[in-house]
């Protein structure tokens, strides 16, 4: 009986591999490329709208195709010659990321959506590559298992996501000091005009595609401040305050409009009001420490609502506690100007 630890099990010990490498002398991109195929096809069948069958944010495509895709990338790598338990792991990895670099280069997805997908599609696609490894060594059905994991997301994707979804609602502070007087930051908090990228592209939601700020000037209306925000890609939303003290603290609501985001802005995954992601609030106070520092504190409510929220919430937390770490420097930084 042959060592089922060495050799394929799909083929005579080492004459399908042989063959290979004679017809096609990349054969061993052949596995990766398989898999990140089967991906990008998935993902244009997953193409409906976020309330309808085979959307790109339902659980059965977020958490099932990178094990797909995993999986189909071991299944022809065993075809070759057996793999290590390296290879079941980290082969998918590279599959699952050439999938979604493949989304980019059709244009059915964006940059964000890529960079924040591709940490989970990959340790997910490790699990079915590991799995498929696991049915190529220890059963005579790997074909069958292939087909299981192709066809269960297209079953479970079928079905419309539940109404509504679920929903994670969390705030997250930060505080700072600041060698100014509470008037002095008060004023840079309603006028900041002429924002440098330089001053602010360290945070890492600009780094991986948010546009970067531009500007932000309140004014005070009947229905209280309102403040305009705009970015870059011709971006623009209001807040809005009616709880408010000056020189003490300001809490902002967010208002959209139809065209606060332009085509292409955002990625839809990912726009700001939008069913997977919301801003609640903003809030920031100053409080005096000494007759020239204070204490600048940024507190935000946000919202996600994905069938994931395990991970999007983690993203989300990292993204905006990086962002609120780096809005109080820049404040920080405009207050002291203002005072020398």
Not at 205 to 225: A, D, F, H, K
Request: glycine content about 6%; proline content about 5%; aromatic content about 12%.
């Amino acid at each position: 009986m042959e060592n089922a630890s060495e050799e394929p099990v799909f083929s005579a010990a080492g004459k399908h591999d042989n063959l290979n490498e004679k017809l096609l002398p990349f054969s061993s991109w052949l596995p990766i490329i398989s898999g990140a195929l089967i991906g990008v096809i998935l993902r244009l069948i997953f193409s409906g709208k976020p309330d309808a069958a085979y959307t790109a944010m339902a659980g059965a495509f977020i958490l099932l195709v990178p094990m797909a895709v995993g999986a189909t990338t071991v299944f022809i790598a065993e075809r070759q010659r057996r793999r290590s338990w390296w290879f079941y792991a980290l082969g998918p990895v590279i599959a699952n990321t050439l999938f979604v670099l493949g989304t980019l280069v059709v244009f059915i997805e964006g940059l964000i959506c890529a960079i924040i997908i591709i940490p989970l599609f990959s340790m997910v696609g490790a699990l079915g590559g590991i799995l498929m490894g696991l049915v190529c060594r220890n059963t005579n059905w790997p074909k069958q298992a292939l087909g299981s994991f192709v066809l269960l997301p297209l079953l479970l994707g079928i079905v419309p996501p539940a109404e509504p979804d679920l929903q994670r609602i969390a705030m997250l502070e930060r505080k700072v000091l600041v060698q100014a007087s509470p008037e002095q930051i008060w004023q840079q908090l309603h006028k900041v005009e002429h924002i440098r990228a330089d001053e602010v592209d360290r945070a890492w939601m600009y780094r991986i595609g948010v546009p970067l700020p531009v500007s932000g000037v309140t004014q005070t209306t009947p229905e209280g401040l309102v403040r305009r925000v705009t970015m870059g890609k011709e971006i623009y939303f209001d807040q809005v305050s009616n709880d408010w003290k000056e020189n003490r603290y300001v809490l902002w609501k967010y208002r959209f409009f139809q065209d606060s985001f332009p085509a292409n802005a955002l990625d839809d995954h990912v726009s700001i009001g939008g069913r997977y992601f919301d801003l609640i609030d903003t809030r920031y106070s100053i409080k005096p420490v000494t007759a020239h520092t204070s204490e600048l504190a940024v507190q935000i409510h946000y919202r996600v609502s994905t069938e994931f929220n395990w991970y999007a919430d983690l993203v989300a937390r990292l993204l905006i506690a990086d962002f609120e770490e780096v809005i109080l420097d820049f404040y920080k930084q405009r207050a002291a100007q203002k005072v020398s």
